[in-house]
Nanobody, 126 residues
């Protein structure tokens, strides 16, 4: 039983930066992958970034590669998403997700994630 809770989000101008954080309030093992997804109005929820807790492996959607950075703090059971050079098309509700399956490569598919936060709104103005 893991309950992710996001924090952060807000309004930022294009070109600016914003940091999100997520804490898995249940017990989190270092072998669990965590990820960020986002959903914009009228669009499907899409993969943004993922991180493996067993190592330093990270994965990014092409649309955010080079601009976003996912990181972890296992001692605090948290994962962060640092978003730089934000664009209006980054506007979405951002969700933290936990893949409660050990020793697997983080998935880009939302169906593979077991626990989800409620989301936090990120709005990028032009």
């Amino acid at each position: 039983q893991v309950q992710p809770v996001e924090s952060g989000g807000g309004l930022v101008q294009a070109g600016g930066s914003l940091g999100l954080s997520c804490r898995a309030s249940g017990r989190t093992f270092s072998t669990y992958a965590m990820a960020w997804f986002r959903q914009a109005p009228g669009k499907e929820r899409e993969f943004v970034a993922a991180i493996s807790w067993t190592g330093s492996n990270t994965y990014y959607a092409d649309s955010v590669k080079g601009r976003f950075t996912i990181s972890r703090d296992n001692a605090k059971n948290t994962v962060a998403l640092q978003m730089n050079s934000l664009k209006p098309e980054d506007t979405a509700v951002y969700y933290c997700a936990v893949q409660a399956k050990r020793f697997v490569i983080p998935s880009r598919s939302r169906s593979e994630y077991d626990y989800w936060g409620q989301g936090t709104q990120v709005t990028v103005s032009s």
